[in-house]
């Protein structure tokens, strides 16, 4: 990783990256002080900046500083719709409360929201679903929606370890993904943790780390004696597929049975989108100087080095501003009607879409460098921890690759790169789809997801199911 250059100034540019979409796409704090330390982070000799410092303290300000407004703005909305209240229903009344809501909603934080899955349908039967963790990294936790019935035991179903992006959203974005999978499977996800969140006495966590989680966890899986599926939902399908690679070189009896990549960046070579070309218009140092902030004082991160979350909000949403305008001019006039079920609809979006969680640096800018700027996967010059990653190693790990026709974040054919990188698998353990009129994220989730995608997805899986000694 590149050093820290000394001395340099943030010049923050509102929609910075463009958070590279997906790739290089808070939670709040209430702090007033500048606080400034001279130590190494990362144990690699960086130095954190006074620069940096004071811009992740300004936005903790400002919002510390809006807090006593959004209390006025919330009680006048809730007296405005007060029943007892006599000028309740009057259009005066309706549109205040609607402003004062929406001035709440603009300015508070939006915490990690819950999966909220407490049922799924198996074979015709509700069965519950408990969530539990199972194993727990220092910058994630491998969570289990447990089917709670012995009609869900009866089955045994195939274990899916679904690796969630690492890329400013929450893992519940695949809330959907996992309601999809859980009747006909055992389903495991990677809950990333918040970098705000983790001591800088646990340590970096850069692209190696996050490949190793991988592999620890498949490993961890299958001490059960059946080798898991793994889902590399858009970001992971690099690391993924260089875990499974390396456990396929060392012949690990742990590797996975099967890897579905879906709208992964394996070669953003190929059909190149705006995010892609947004990564090659700048050298790595302009990143770690323009994003790279020093999480402040107190949070639990404190001095840790990140991409934080409101940077990648701005880019969020500057994407498709227009967008976010209209459908908050919409849901200001349910307000006012008293649209109950589209006003529900709006927040239940925007509590997941405005909820973000801040990038180590050493994972954000190794990501950038390696997946998008040297290619390093489909040239052949990808390492891990010094040792070189060959997919072609790869003979027995089926390999699924799906795209969306309409993805403008992973183009077409950036997937299915993958496939070419493996050519020793035997075609029975290969499978490439193409599905017509979606975007990146109807890749894992919507109604064309849940009618065409999980069933060839659950079809390949059970396919390929393989013991340990396999």
Same mark, same amino acid.
């Given at each position: 990783?590149?050093?820290?250059?000394?001395?340099?100034?943030?010049?923050?540019?509102?929609?910075?990256?463009?958070?590279?979409?997906?790739?290089?796409?808070?939670?709040?704090?209430?702090?007033?002080?500048?606080?400034?330390?001279?130590?190494?982070?990362?144990?690699?000799?960086?130095? =954190? $900046?006074?620069?940096?410092?004071?811009?992740?303290?300004?936005?903790?300000?400002?919002?510390?500083?809006?807090?006593?407004?959004?209390?006025?703005?919330? *009680?006048?909305?809730?007296?405005?719709?007060?029943?007892?209240?006599?000028?309740?229903?009057?259009?005066?009344?309706?549109?205040?409360?609607?402003?004062?809501?929406?001035?709440?909603?603009?300015?508070?934080?939006?915490?990690?929201?819950?999966?909220?899955?407490?049922?799924?349908?198996?074979?015709?039967?509700?069965?519950?679903?408990?969530?539990?963790?199972?194993?727990?990294?220092?910058?994630?936790?491998?969570?289990?929606?447990?089917?709670?019935?012995?009609?869900?035991?009866?089955?045994?179903?195939?274990?899916?370890?679904?690796?969630?992006?690492?890329?400013?959203?929450?893992?519940?974005?695949?809330?959907?993904?996992?309601?999809?999978?859980?009747?006909?499977?055992?389903?495991?996800?990677?809950?990333?943790?918040?970098?705000?969140?983790?001591?800088?006495?646990?340590?970096?966590?850069?692209?190696?780390?996050?490949?190793?989680?991988?592999?620890?966890?498949?490993?961890?899986?299958?001490?059960?004696?059946?080798?898991?599926?793994?889902?590399?939902?858009?970001?992971?399908?690099?690391?993924?597929?260089?875990?499974?690679?390396? *456990?396929?070189?060392?012949?690990? =009896?742990?590797?996975?049975?099967?890897?579905?990549? *879906?709208?992964?960046?394996?070669?953003?070579?190929?059909?190149?989108?705006?995010?892609?070309?947004?990564?090659?218009?700048?050298?790595?140092?302009?990143?770690?100087?323009?994003?790279?902030?020093?999480?402040?004082?107190?949070?639990?991160?404190?001095?840790?080095?990140?991409?934080?979350?409101?940077?990648?909000?701005?880019?969020?949403?500057?994407?498709?501003?227009?967008?976010?305008?209209?459908?908050?001019?919409?849901?200001?006039?349910?307000?006012?009607?008293?649209?109950?079920?589209?006003?529900?609809?709006?927040?239940?979006?925007?509590?997941?879409?405005?909820?973000?969680?801040?990038?180590?640096?050493?994972?954000?800018?190794?990501?950038?460098?390696?997946?998008?700027?040297?290619?390093?996967?489909?040239?052949?010059?990808?390492?891990?921890?010094?040792?070189?990653?060959?997919?072609?190693?790869?003979?027995?790990?089926?390999? *699924?690759?799906?795209?969306? $026709?309409?993805?403008?974040?992973?183009?077409?054919?950036?997937?299915?790169?993958?496939?070419?990188?493996?050519?020793?698998?035997?075609?029975?353990?290969?499978?490439?789809?193409?599905?017509?009129?979606?975007?990146?994220?109807?890749?894992?989730?919507?109604?064309?997801?849940?009618?065409?995608?999980? =069933?060839?997805?659950?079809?390949?899986?059970?396919?390929?199911?393989?013991?340990?000694?396999?």
């Amino acid at each position: 990783m590149p050093q820290n250059p000394r001395g340099c100034q943030s010049k923050i540019r509102v929609p910075v990256t463009l958070h590279l979409r997906h790739f290089l796409c808070g939670r709040e704090r209430n702090t007033c002080r500048d606080i400034f330390v001279s130590v190494p982070l990362s144990g690699q000799g960086d130095i =954190p $900046e006074r620069g940096n410092s004071v811009l992740y303290h300004a936005y903790e300000l400002t919002h510390a500083a809006m807090g006593p407004m959004r209390a006025a703005a919330r *009680m006048s909305s809730e007296a405005l719709r007060n029943p007892f209240f006599p000028f309740a229903a009057s259009l005066p009344a309706r549109a205040t409360a609607a402003a004062c809501e929406m001035f709440v909603n603009a300015t508070r934080r939006y915490g990690k929201p819950d999966f909220g899955i407490h049922e799924t349908e198996v074979t015709g039967e509700h069965v519950p679903v408990v969530e539990e963790v199972v194993l727990e990294k220092p910058f994630c936790r491998l969570t289990h929606f447990r089917r709670d019935g012995a009609v869900a035991e009866a089955r045994n179903d195939p274990k899916v370890l679904m690796v969630a992006p690492m890329s400013g959203h929450f893992a519940t974005l695949l809330r959907g993904t996992v309601e999809a999978m859980l009747p006909e499977h055992e389903v495991y996800i990677t809950d990333w943790i918040d970098a705000r969140d983790v001591p800088l006495s646990a340590g970096a966590f850069d692209l190696d780390d996050y490949t190793d989680y991988v592999t620890e966890f498949c490993r961890f899986l299958a001490a059960d004696g059946e080798r898991v599926a793994v889902m590399a939902v858009c970001q992971p399908g690099v690391p993924c597929l260089a875990s499974a690679s390396l *456990m396929a070189e060392d012949g690990d =009896p742990a590797r996975p049975a099967s890897l579905i990549l *879906m709208g992964s960046p394996i070669d953003t070579r190929i059909n190149e989108t705006e995010p892609n070309k947004l990564a090659k218009t700048r050298e790595l140092s302009w990143f770690e100087k323009n994003v790279i902030v020093t999480v402040p004082w107190p949070n639990r991160g404190f001095l840790r080095r990140v991409y934080p979350g409101f940077l990648q909000l701005s880019g969020f949403m500057s994407m498709n501003l227009d967008r976010h305008v209209d459908a908050h001019v919409e849901h200001f006039q349910h307000l006012v009607r008293g649209d109950g079920d589209s006003a529900a609809s709006h927040r239940a979006f925007y509590d997941e879409y405005l909820a973000v969680m801040d990038l180590t640096a050493e994972f954000y800018l190794q990501t950038v460098e390696t997946v998008f700027q040297r290619h390093a996967l489909p040239t052949g010059t990808l390492r891990h921890r010094d040792r070189p990653v060959r997919p072609e190693a790869n003979r027995d790990i089926a390999l *699924m690759a799906i795209e969306g $026709e309409a993805d403008d974040i992973t183009g077409r054919g950036q997937t299915m790169a993958a496939l070419s990188l493996c050519p020793k698998l035997p075609k029975a353990k290969t499978s490439a789809y193409l599905q017509k009129k979606v975007g990146h994220y109807g890749v894992f989730n919507g109604s064309r997801f849940r009618r065409d995608i999980q =069933p060839r997805m659950r079809d390949f899986i059970r396919a390929q199911r393989a013991t340990v000694r396999g």
